[in-house]
């Protein structure tokens, strides 16, 4: 069903009429003022209306993607904080509970929304106080640490989500097949496939298989985000079966509990990623076919400061709401510094968390 609707999304978006609007009809009485055409070349003007030119083309840049430059360095510096705090506390793990489960798989996630965020705030700020039209040098950094920390991200989410359904529905068989090493082995293999997928953006590549390259990217993260939702799905309905419910009342409510996590995540998925993903394909599509700048090209910039919602979402559901994390925050910057060496009834209680 979803893939059926992502479908039609896609040929209605990619067949969705273009707006009769072109540079002369925009801009041509601003450039008769100052003797000047937006039609002819910028090799044969006047210096003047050079400048005209690129302060008109200015304008209309920040009248555009002004305010959604503005939403993103809102958003992003929120994911930040967030991710960078469940990387500190991961790394130290303070109270020695957190080193268990699939918390390598969470530490490389928050290290990639980490990038994602960082690169969108950089180059939205560069763009929005700095220079409107971004030099290439700083596009190229900014763009291919975005996609690297984009491709990670959801590639680490969709690790992370096969993960929970084989604990969910083979509980001892999990500790047997998803061992650290092979976990750390597939976590490399990740990252590699990651950058080759975001090398498109700094490698010295034609503009038309550019496209191309990006294409096939934007539809292996539509995949990804897909297959989470599916297997989301079977998570709920493992954890909801007669099978499972027919257990004591406090094991029930965790068990319900975590179905309405997972329920969250794939609305958060739904919302956030899927719609940013489907557009960017559309943009991507509409380029190669040499379209202009018209809704097809600006929808995916005005949706992704939604979009990023995805990567402060993550370390939210996915560990700070925990008891144990947040303990262990609170732990790591008030009592580290005071009680480096733990007292005995501090050892004692973490051994019984432990065990």
């Known amino acids: 069903m979803m ?24 801009f041509e009485r601003k450039y008769k003022l100052k003797n000047c055409s937006c039609s002819i070349p910028v090799k044969q003007l006047p210096k003047n209306c050079i400048d005209i030119r690129k302060e008109i083309r200015k304008n209309e840049w920040e009248r555009t993607y002004g305010k959604v430059h503005l939403a993103i360095i809102a958003v992003g510096p929120v994911g930040i904080i967030l991710n960078t705090l469940l990387v500190l506390v991961m790394l130290r793990d303070p109270m020695k509970i957190l080193h268990r489960g699939a918390w390598i798989t969470i530490l490389n996630l928050s ?8 690169a969108r705030v950089a180059s939205s700020i560069i763009v929005k106080w700095w220079d409107i039209e971004v030099n290439n040098k700083s596009k190229i950094y900014t763009e291919f640490f975005w996609q690297f920390g984009v491709v990670g991200s959801f590639f680490f989410l969709t690790l992370l989500t096969v993960q929970t359904f084989m604990i969910v529905k083979y509980p001892i068989r999990s500790r047997l097949v998803m061992t650290r090493r092979r976990v750390s082995l597939i976590i490399g293999i990740v990252w590699v496939m ?4 975001a090398l498109p953006e700094i490698d010295d590549i034609s503009k038309d298989k550019r496209w191309y390259f990006f294409v096939a990217t934007i539809s292996v993260l539509e995949l990804a985000t897909i297959i989470q939702i599916i297997m989301k799905t079977f998570i709920i309905k493992e954890i909801l079966s007669p099978r499972e ?5 406090t094991r029930n409510k965790q068990q319900r509990e975590v179905a309405k996590t997972v ?6 998925l739904i919302v956030t990623a899927l719609p940013y993903f489907i557009a960017k394909q559309v943009e991507y599509i509409h380029r190669l076919n040499g379209g202009s700048d018209d809704l097809k090209v600006k929808l995916p910039y005005y949706y992704e400061p939604i979009a990023m919602i995805n ?8 560990s700070l709401r925990l008891k144990d994390y947040r303990k262990s925050l609170l732990h790591l910057f008030f009592r580290l510094k005071k009680n480096r060496v733990p007292s005995a009834k501090h050892s004692k209680k973490t051994m019984t968390t432990n065990m």
Request: hydrophobic fraction near 55%; charge should be negative; charged fraction near 10%.
């Open 194 to 197: 990651s950058l080759a997928l």
């Open 245 to 249: 419910m027919m257990t004591n009342d």
């Open 311 to 318: 990567f402060v979402a993550n370390p939210l559901v996915y």
């Open 111 to 118: 290290l990639s929304d980490t990038m994602a965020c960082s």
């Open 263 to 268: 329920i969250l995540l794939n609305a958060i």
């Open 3 to 26: 893939i059926t609707i992502c479908i039609v999304a896609l040929f209605v978006l990619v067949n969705f009429a273009e707006p009769s609007e072109n540079c002369n009809t925009r």
